[in-house]
């Protein structure tokens, strides 16, 4: 278990639809990472948080967004989905920045599903 | 913009024999480090390499780091079933996000 827990596991939903994933970090980390897995486009950073604030933006779709609550916790929203956004959807979290070692721990995971 | 290379992307290897996974960025980064995936599963952190020429052992896997030459080599030594998985090298970015190599696909078969 990495301590990062994320919520759903699983999530079936319409195309048009709006979707929040969710992701406890591990207790005393401040970065949050959002990562997309999908078979054919691997594995794609969108978005970084550190201690509340962005700090830095991958490959996020506009109709995508996230943010890190003062807990931090953060969520990802996902709105009119396209069959196209289905995939594993992970966050990760690390202790912060300006740290000589930066190594993330993954959560389990939100398998999407857009039908 | 960081740019991380795997190969093979695919490997078929039968068990006792060794092999070495290879992983390529493009600029400047001390910091590598290596996961493994089984399908379907979380990504598992096996090894952090943090300063040039830095090696790291845990059982048959081997990774290390050379930075001149920005290259980091994930050898397997006589391979075991269990070791069937997805292999991904990430490379920190210049703001600690880490930017994924495109995996590699272990297959160990008898």
């Known amino acids: 278990d990495s301590g990062v827990t994320q919520t759903p596991k699983h999530l079936i939903t319409a195309t048009g639809q709006r979707v929040t994933l969710r992701c406890s970090p591990r207790?005393?980390?401040?970065?949050v990472y959002w990562y997309q897995q999908s078979l054919d486009q691997g594995l794609q950073f969108l978005i970084q948080?550190?201690?509340?604030?962005?700090?830095a933006k991958g490959n996020i779709l506009e109709r995508f967004s996230a943010q890190q609550f003062p807990d931090l916790h953060s969520e990802l929203n996902l709105s009119s989905l396209e069959l196209g956004d289905s995939a594993l959807y992970f966050c990760?979290?690390?202790?912060?920045?300006?740290?000589?070692?930066?190594?993330?721990?993954f959560g389990q995971g939100t398998r999407l599903t857009v039908v | 913009e960081l740019k991380v290379e795997q190969n093979p992307l695919f490997l078929s290897m039968q068990e006792g024999k060794n092999y070495t996974i290879y992983c390529n960025y493009s600029?400047?980064?001390?910091?590598l480090y290596w996961y493994r995936q089984d399908p379907g599963k979380s990504l598992e952190s096996l090894f952090v390499?943090?300063?040039?020429?830095a090696v790291k052992q845990e059982g048959r896997l081997m990774a290390s780091l050379d930075t001149k030459a920005r290259l980091s080599t994930l050898h397997i030594t006589a391979a075991v079933h269990d070791l069937s998985a997805t292999y991904f090298c990430?490379?920190?970015?210049?703001?600690?996000?880490?930017?994924f190599g495109t995996g590699t696909r272990l297959q160990v078969f008898p």
């Open positions: 600029t400047t980064s001390d910091r």
């Open positions: 207790s005393g980390d401040l970065s």
């Open positions: 390499l943090l300063s040039n020429g």
């Open positions: 990760a979290s690390s202790v912060g920045l300006g740290r000589t070692n930066t190594e993330a721990f």
């Open positions: 948080y550190y201690n509340g604030e962005e700090r």
């Open positions: 990430a490379v920190d970015g210049d703001t600690d996000k880490l930017i």
